[in-house]
């Protein structure tokens, strides 16, 4: 087990080819030896077939026709009834059955010396009744027989040469067709081998390589997802593709940990999810800010609350997505304005911002905030504006405090008071409250009608 | 025109470059003795005839060469083959360690065996008792002429030039019993007027005398055995060395 395991940790795609490399030489080399070895086996059977045993096939071949013709002679010597031909024969069957002996086969040399002696024998038998005639009969019966002999030797000799020869060549052929089914299965296995294992291969890259990469790719899609619950993967074999689940699945962990914390940090932060400026909690603490530095520097605050006229009917007759791009435009809009100024803009409420700008007396908010509703009822809002006649206006109240002895509640107040008072005016209008009754001499806002 | 001569120039060259390639096809020098019935005699008209000398034909045929033949004395045929005077000796010459020293041998091309002939008559076997006080003649310089020497050392040989000669003194009486190859003896046996000469005994049993004829040639000859050997099997495959062997013999005699 322990080793399996190590195995399974320590076994890489790297690993797997050297592996793999390793057995295809390793395999090449046994078949190579292997072929060589066999085919020089094959190869000295055909040599000895070539040089032992036809030569062999050939000379029984030979001395069977030796043996025929054996046959023919000593007939010619029974029929022949003539001393000349008689003696010729004689002489002819002798060289014959001595050249027996040549080949060295025992058997063959007995046979040929027995004919040989038959023959001898009618050719003696013949000679002596011509000399001395007797009974014609007696004399042809004993010839006869020794001729019978002659031949049955023949015979004998003929079918032992044949059977022999052919129980050769059939050894001949047996062997050649056992090389040849032997050639046949090595073959066979040696092309088995790879083409099984090519399968196998097919099996282990499917399984180990290509389905924990798709499993990965899949792993990878549902990142984005808000629901990836899905089960776990198995882990790859492959050390590379296991680092690689693991990276991804890393990745995954790390991407919904990120996008929770995106969602906590959007709470947090003091951004308006909509608009994109502050949001009412950064406005709070914006104007504390600017209290608490305009105390120290003896300077003043001030603060315009802008509230979009006819809004609600807005997004009735538009629809909120509508309503939505109005507002998003008046807050692009008046960030626009406060950048580089110091003023901070912040969604207030529904369709309301504030602008807060620390050190501004009245006047100057005054006059900024005529700017802002200039600018806003001069906003192309997307083509709505163009289509419907809408159009977008803003009722702006403005105040201003002391510093040291205001307080953000108090400004907020006056300011609430002074766009309630546009608002009766009849919108799209600034208006302004001035709120210090503690010290008059120093006032030197005024109405900015 | 210029050109045209020039070109001609050098068909002319080339012409002459290739000439001996394909006007001079090879020739070799055959020697064979010619006293050697039935394997090689001299014709009545004069030219070399026989067994040996049909083989030779065939053979030269088969490595597409030209050959010329000539009878060259027994007993020299083998200091002329090494002196270069010719290229192959085809003469029934027995495979021997001694030849073997100083020419190549080709494989066989028949083989034979060694056999007593005389007057069943008088010689009635052939052990050293048999043939005591007899004259045993033998053609010099073979295989035979060995043997006796060794075999009998007590016994009289009687040896001549080559075989026709051995025989005529066998005719004549002047010796007993000659020994020689059997197949060559058949041949003269079977002549009528022979009739009184027999084999006698049974052939010689000595590994010595079983013998192969071969094709010699000089040993710094280069591929010309292997050549000759491969026109050997090639005539015995293509039924050419069958047609000669049956004009000759009754019965093969590879």
Not at chain 1, 112 to 134: D, F, H, N
Not at chain 1, 309 to 325: L, T, W
Not at chain 1, 429 to 443: G, K
Not at chain 2, 195 to 212: H, K, M, N, T, W
């Amino acid at each position: 087990m322990p080793l399996r395991r190590h195995i399974e940790e320590q076994l890489t795609l790297v690993g797997a080819g050297r592996i793999f490399v390793v057995l295809a030489v390793v395999y090449a080399v046994a078949v190579v030896g292997l072929s060589v070895g066999f085919l020089r086996h094959v190869e000295t059977g055909a040599a000895s077939i070539q040089e032992q045993r036809i030569p062999a096939i050939l000379t029984q071949n030979r001395n069977a026709v030796k043996v025929e013709r054996l046959g023919s002679l000593v007939r010619s010597v029974y029929l022949a009834r003539d001393a000349r031909i008689e003696r010729q024969v004689q002489l002819q069957v002798s060289a014959l059955t001595q050249s027996f002996s040549l080949d060295r086969n025992e058997r063959l040399s007995a046979g040929g010396r027995r004919i040989a002696e038959e023959v001898k024998r009618i050719v003696e038998l013949r000679t002596l009744a011509r000399s001395s005639p007797g009974d014609a009969a007696e004399e042809e019966i004993i010839v006869r027989r020794a001729y019978e002999d002659a031949m049955k030797a023949v015979e004998g000799l003929s079918q032992y040469l044949a059977g022999d020869a052919a129980l050769a060549a059939d050894d001949v052929s047996r062997d050649i067709r056992d090389a040849a089914s032997r050639i046949r299965g090595i073959w066979i296995a040696i092309l088995a081998v790879p083409a099984l294992g090519a399968l196998l291969l097919f099996w282990l890259f499917q399984r180990h390589v290509v389905r924990p990469i798709n499993g990965t790719i899949d792993r990878l899609a549902t990142i984005g997802a808000e629901n990836r619950d899905g089960p776990p993967m198995a882990e790859p074999v492959l050390g590379e593709l296991r680092m690689i689940t693991r990276a991804v699945e890393a990745y995954g962990e790390l991407s919904a940990e990120l996008r929770r914390t995106n969602e906590a940090l959007q709470v947090l932060s003091g951004q308006d999810a909509l608009t994109h400026v502050g949001n009412r909690r950064s406005f709070d603490a914006a104007l504390d800010l600017a209290f608490a530095e305009g105390a120290r520097a003896d300077g003043r605050v001030s603060l315009l609350l802008l509230d979009l006229d006819n809004f609600k009917h807005i997004n009735d007759v538009h629809g909120h997505q509508v309503g939505d791009v109005c507002l998003r435009t008046v807050a692009s809009a008046i960030d626009g304005h406060c950048r580089g100024t110091g003023y901070k803009v912040a969604r207030y409420g529904g369709e309301e911002f504030a602008v807060i700008l620390p050190g501004a007396d009245l006047a100057a908010a005054v006059l900024f905030a005529e700017r802002l509703r200039v600018a806003v009822s001069a906003l192309p809002v997307a083509d709505v504006t163009a289509r419907d006649g809408l159009r977008l206006t803003t009722s702006v109240g403005v105040a201003s405090l002391d510093a040291a002895t205001g307080t953000p509640a108090a400004l907020i107040a006056a300011a609430d008071a002074a766009l309630y008072e546009a608002k009766n005016a009849g919108r799209n209008i600034v208006r302004c409250r001035r709120t210090e009754p503690a010290a008059p001499a120093r006032a030197k806002s005024r109405s900015a009608g | 025109m210029w050109l045209s001569r020039r070109f001609g120039f050098t068909l002319l060259l080339l012409a002459a470059g290739l000439a001996p390639a394909t006007a001079g096809a090879e020739t070799l020098r055959v020697a064979t003795e010619g006293a050697y019935p039935p394997f090689n005699y001299v014709a009545e008209d004069g030219s070399l005839a026989g067994f040996d000398v049909d083989i030779a034909k065939a053979i030269c045929a088969e490595m597409k060469v030209v050959c010329s033949y000539r009878a060259v004395a027994w007993d020299g045929i083998i200091d002329g083959l090494v002196a270069g005077d010719y290229d192959l000796v085809v003469a029934s010459m027995a495979h021997t360690p001694e030849r073997a020293a100083r020419v190549a041998f080709s494989d066989f091309y028949y083989r034979s065996h060694s056999v007593f002939i005389g007057d069943a008559s008088q010689i009635l076997g052939t052990s050293p008792e048999n043939l005591a006080g007899r004259r045993i003649g033998v053609a010099t310089e073979t295989i035979q002429a060995d043997y006796l020497k060794r075999t009998f050392p007590g016994l009289t040989i009687v040896e001549a030039p080559d075989s026709i000669v051995i025989l005529k003194m066998l005719e004549a009486g002047e010796v007993d019993v000659v020994l020689g190859d059997a197949i060559q003896l058949l041949s003269w046996m079977e002549a009528a007027e022979h009739a009184r000469f027999e084999y006698i005994g049974d052939p010689v049993g000595d590994a010595f005398l079983q013998s192969s004829a071969r094709i010699a040639a000089r040993k710094d000859a280069g591929d010309l055995v292997a050549r000759v050997n491969e026109a050997i099997r090639h005539i015995r495959l293509d039924g050419t060395y069958d047609r000669i062997n049956d004009a000759y013999f009754p019965f093969s005699i590879y």
